[in-house]
């Protein structure tokens, strides 16, 4: 089944205690990318990555890294992470550029920093 | 701020009715993609319409994009409970590479 997987799902953290977000897909995907959801303010981009070792900034990248080493994975690592990074987030890839080709979403990691 | 942005942000209806929304966006575009939303859950991809199109149809969705005013609009008709949902327009922006969400629609279908 195609599918895009993040792990974990829920997570309770403290602040600074470095962290990473798992994102996997099986679908041979070019394009994956982050976001984060917030109430009032949509799904913001974080990062972005038109392949293997190509990776960019989105519309709200501080405090977050990315890398992408295999065609399939793309974790977002949090290094030190603060309360303003409780959000929802999710991964997603197209097997294209990011706007060009439908968009396939994981089903949502709830970060919480205390 | 947003590329795109939704219109209206909540809406309420009575099954078998029709619900619209709207999208509206700043830079011109290349395509358009329309994606719902259950409670909390991944966006599902609903249908893309590409700059070209005027209108494009896929099952009880209609949808239009009218690149003069910068928008589009999502119909959907005969609207089911399972319908209710949150629904986002996304564009790419001076190309393919970043991908903008507006703040979404939050459909309600009541049975």
């Known amino acids: 089944e195609a599918q895009v997987t993040q792990n974990p799902r829920y997570l309770i953290t403290v602040t600074g205690k470095k962290l990473t977000v798992t994102c996997s897909q099986n679908m041979n995907h070019e394009y994956m990318s982050w976001y984060r959801q917030d109430p009032g303010l949509g799904l913001r981009q974080i990062y972005y990555s038109m392949n293997v070792e190509v990776t960019d900034k989105g519309d709200v990248p501080e405090g977050y890294k990315v890398s992408r080493k295999e065609k399939r994975n793309f974790p977002l690592i949090l290094e030190s992470p603060s309360p303003n990074q409780t959000s929802l987030y999710f991964c997603a890839s197209s097997l294209y550029r990011g706007g060009e080709t439908e968009a396939f979403f994981g089903q949502g990691t709830r970060l919480t920093v205390v | 701020s947003q590329q795109g942005e939704e219109d209206p942000q909540a809406l309420s209806i009575q099954e078998g009715e029709n619900a619209t929304m709207n999208c509206s966006y700043k830079?011109?575009?290349?395509?358009l993609q329309w994606y719902r939303q259950n409670s909390g859950r991944g966006l599902v991809h609903l249908i893309l319409i590409r700059s070209n199109e005027r209108e494009k149809h896929s099952g009880r969705l209609r949808v239009t994009l009218d690149t003069s005013k910068k928008s589009s609009s999502l119909l959907i008709t005969a609207s089911r409970a399972a319908d209710t949902a949150s629904y986002f327009c996304a564009t790419p922006p001076g190309g393919y590479q970043k991908v903008t969400f507006g703040t979404g629609t939050k459909l309600q279908v009541i049975p």
């Open positions: 830079t011109s575009i290349n395509n």
